[in-house]
């Protein structure tokens, strides 16, 4: 069949058929189709837009009628269309296979021809097209994916140890965090180590010891052992041994539990969309024609405003496309989207278990603006309900909460706390004020949380107003007032001044009263810092205006996160009165990528005693991960790491490991080198700098990788492709005569393919050769070849000379 192209306009008015003006439609058509009453010619006419091929349709031709094929034409243009508009087109399509593309009137589309070109492009009108969603931030996760690996773990450990002239303080300390990962189940603990010259009453303490499983389906983290689950902020939070679920929103790859706003808006013309965020330049989107949703837009907790607006051309004002305010806060959900947790087992004391506990805790977004929620918990005695409220309006943000106690002995108490805050974000210059408000009863308790404080009312407010760029003044009151009892009421003033200046210095002043029992007591502090500009180095000085003392310190902190060196050098106690203290100290830090040591000199003299104190404190911490593989060294591990191991041939060669594009995390030269920072349920892309590598030598796929990490998930990968050299080349024939702007292809032992072109003088090179025979083939002579091989120990650049290559009849 011929192959024809026709440009095809889906607007959403009725217009007639578009035509060039120096031509008539019959002449157009004559010289498209090749002229009038000629029999129907069937064609296959390709779909494009925006310059992408989306496909074929069947189409016939006859007289000045442009038939198509109506379901593949709707089949190809489906993806693109909105529910409304697909509907519209079916509700048009009939019975017969082939229908002019003139009875798609109503649905917006249109023939135009032109002789110079012709080709079957979409243009679909904005109203027409599906909504395109741009996901602020969105990383993509289709890289080389890597896989963990089914058995790994670490073992965090930071050591300290103190010695002194004072052999009482002198000790030994040890923090150990090993961490287990076998298939997605998790054994985590946390070890305390004490050594001294008076033995501790606990030199080993197991401050947890866990099992941990991950959902994702259910976005559930469930736990065994010395669990972690969340409660309402008026209820007990005891250390539990049992089992725990919570829904957390990290868990999984799903949509986020909590509010994310979308912003909908229409793109009228091609071209660049600036978003604006409370009155600032966000970034700048190249969109196409049709409607759009953006997500993920950084919103600040209060009132956030939006615009998005297209820059207009030649001139012309900018086109406005949204502008809306949105009132936000973070902790806000989805509506119809739940949050919960709970926990049962025997509450931890003295690292024994005693007395029975249940936790229930659970949140609901009720409207994009409001979340309700409710929590429970009781002992074999005690029992408490709480209930929570959060709102965001364009009155602010309020969040209230109330709670009520009983017992086994008839005892009723309550609590509750309102507190309420107004952002305006466009307007900096607008204050943000905050107030809280907290009143219990008398026989107010949390469950297994010791003794009633009484009942109180509890109350404060805040404001805050930037007064410049640099210049921040908060003023804030606070009131302590008990409803029995015979405690005083107490009542707390502070002003603050706060000046900080990008690259410069930075100032903050606090002073204020707190008056009580019939006496006004002063309080007050003032600090200063100075950046040391060139040189680095930085000078504080914090004094206490009402007490005395100051301290001064200096400090030289570094200039990269890794090896590199900081320290700082400090003095306290300006005042001599008798009993005070006067205190020198430092300090000198080293950061590295397998871990950082720091050592702590210390001088303190109290004015009066007969002898000082002098001590020294060093500190190391690191860790040692295995992923499948030899044990390695490295800095501590958040949650989960990557081994990279380098093949033989790269190793001597530094190659910087750096996630996202950004600075280097780690560094492989010689050895194996880790990435100890891969968050929970986090998609990072992590590229390796082949910057140093010789010609030959290459990275492979190892160059570019994607880690979807779990939690606490481990990954091992070898870095670095088999190749070591280059090859380079001349084909001649038998009379040394040139291959000229020959293809070919090399074919190893396993069947890996790599192309080649010669060039005017027959050379050619072919990068990323491993060690091997191959086999040399030009397509134009396909029945002929040339064997070769590469040595084991070749390095680099390999040149073959003259290779003579026969032609299958000679």
């Known amino acids: 069949m011929r192959r024809v192209s026709v440009l095809l306009l889906l607007i959403g008015v009725l217009l007639h058929p578009v035509v060039a003006q120096e031509a008539s439609v019959e002449d157009l058509f004559a010289e498209i189709f090749g002229g009038t009453g000629a029999a129907a010619a069937e064609l296959m006419i390709p779909v494009y837009a925006d310059n992408q091929f989306l496909g074929e349709v069947s189409g016939l031709v006859s007289s000045q009628l442009v038939q198509v094929q109506q379901r593949e034409l709707l089949a190809v243009l489906e993806p693109r269309l909105n529910d409304s508009a697909r509907e519209q087109l079916l509700n048009e399509l009939s019975d017969r296979s082939y229908v002019d593309i003139g009875e798609y009137a109503p649905a917006g589309i249109f023939l135009l021809y032109r002789p110079e070109e012709v080709r079957l492009e979409v243009d679909l009108a904005p109203e027409l097209v599906r909504e395109r969603i741009l ?4 990383v993509r996760a289709d890289l080389n994916v890597q896989e963990p690996v089914p058995l790994s773990g670490y073992l965090n450990v930071v050591g300290r140890g103190i010695l002194g002239n004072q052999q009482e303080g002198n000790l030994l300390q040890a923090e150990l965090e090993p961490v287990l990962n076998y298939q997605g189940w998790v054994l985590e603990s946390a070890i305390g180590l004490v050594a001294a010259v008076t033995p501790p009453e606990q030199p080993a303490r197991v401050r947890h010891l866990r099992l941990v499983r991950d959902l994702p389906d259910l976005r559930i983290r469930a736990e065994a052992g010395t669990v972690r689950y969340e409660r309402a902020s008026l209820l007990a939070q005891p250390e539990v041994i049992g089992l725990a679920a919570t829904r957390v929103d990290e868990v999984g790859r799903q949509e986020s539990l909590f509010r994310r706003d979308a912003v909908t808006f229409l793109v009228p013309d091609s071209g660049p969309v600036e978003v604006y965020l409370n009155n600032r330049l966000y970034r700048t989107y190249r969109l196409y024609p049709g409607p759009h949703q953006l997500e993920g837009l950084p919103l600040g907790r209060g009132t956030n405003a939006v615009e998005l607006r297209q820059p207009g051309q030649d001139g012309r004002a900018a086109t406005p496309l949204f502008s809306e305010q949105i009132y936000y806060s973070p902790a806000l959900l989805r509506p119809g989207r739940h949050l919960y947790s709970a926990a049962l087992g025997m509450q931890r004391e003295r690292d024994l278990p005693e007395g029975l506990f249940l936790n229930l805790w659970h949140r609901m977004g009720v409207f994009p603006n409001w979340t309700v929620g409710f929590s429970g918990q009781a002992s074999p005695d005690q029992w408490a309900l709480a209930a929570q409220s959060l709102s965001a309006t364009v009155l602010g943000v309020t969040r209230a909460e109330g709670a009520l106690y009983l017992d086994n002995t008839g005892a009723v108490g309550g609590a509750g706390e309102l507190s309420h805050s107004v952002s305006i974000l466009p307007a900096p210059r607008t204050p943000v004020v905050e107030g809280v408000a907290r009143i219990q009863s008398a026989e107010y308790r949390q469950v297994l949380g010791g003794f009633s404080s009484g009942s109180v009312l509890r109350t404060a407010l805040g404001v805050n107003q930037r007064v410049s760029t640099t210049l921040t003044a908060s003023l804030a009151v606070a009131n302590t007032l008990p409803l029995t009892g015979n405690f005083p009421e107490e009542t707390a003033l502070r002003f603050a001044l706060a000046y900080r200046s990008p690259g410069g210095p930075t100032a903050n002043l606090q002073v204020g009263p707190v008056l009580g029992d019939g006496q006004i007591l002063w309080r007050g502090s003032l600090f200063i810092r100075l950046a040391g500009g060139d040189n680095g180095i930085e000078t504080s000085v914090n004094y206490d205006l009402v007490q005395g003392p100051a301290t001064v310190q200096v400090s030289r902190p570094s200039d990269t996160p890794f090896r590199s060196w900081s320290w700082s050098a400090g003095y306290q106690g300006v005042d001599r ?36 104190e002098l001590s020294l404190t060093t500190q190391f911490a690191g860790a040692l991960v295995w992923a499948g593989g030899t044990p390695v060294i490295s800095r501590p591990v958040r949650n989960g790491f990557v081994v990279l191991e380098p093949r033989s041939q790269i190793a001597p060669y530094p190659i910087a490991v750096r996630p996202g594009g950004g600075a280097a995390v780690a560094i492989l030269e010689g050895r194996s080198a880790v ?4 968050p929970a349920w986090g998609i990072t892309v992590v590229t390796l700098d082949n910057s140093y590598l010789p010609e030959g030598l290459s990275l492979g796929d190892s160059a570019v990788m994607t880690f979807s990490s779990a939690y606490r998930s481990g990954y091992r990968v070898i870095v670095g492709s088999a190749a070591s050299v280059y090859i380079t080349g001349r084909l001649v024939d038998e009379d040394d005569q040139p291959f000229v702007l020959e293809a070919g292809e090399i074919v190893d032992s396993r069947g890996g393919i790599m192309p080649f072109f010669t060039n005017r003088e027959g050379r050619f090179e072919i990068a990323e050769v491993a060690p091997g025979e191959y086999r040399l083939f030009l397509y134009q002579y396909p029945d002929a070849q040339v064997v070769f091989a590469v040595p084991e120990d070749e390095l680099g650049r390999y040149d073959l000379e003259d290779v003579v290559f026969l032609r299958a009849e000679e």
């Open 577 to 612: 009165v008798p009993g005070s203290a006067q205190i020198l100290d430092g300090s000198v830090e080293y950061s590295g990528y397998r871990g950082a040591v720091q050592a702590q000199p210390r001088y303190q003299r109290v004015i009066g005693a007969e002898e000082a």
């Open 135 to 138: 996901r602020d931030g969105a």
């Open 675 to 678: 990435y100890p920072d891969l």
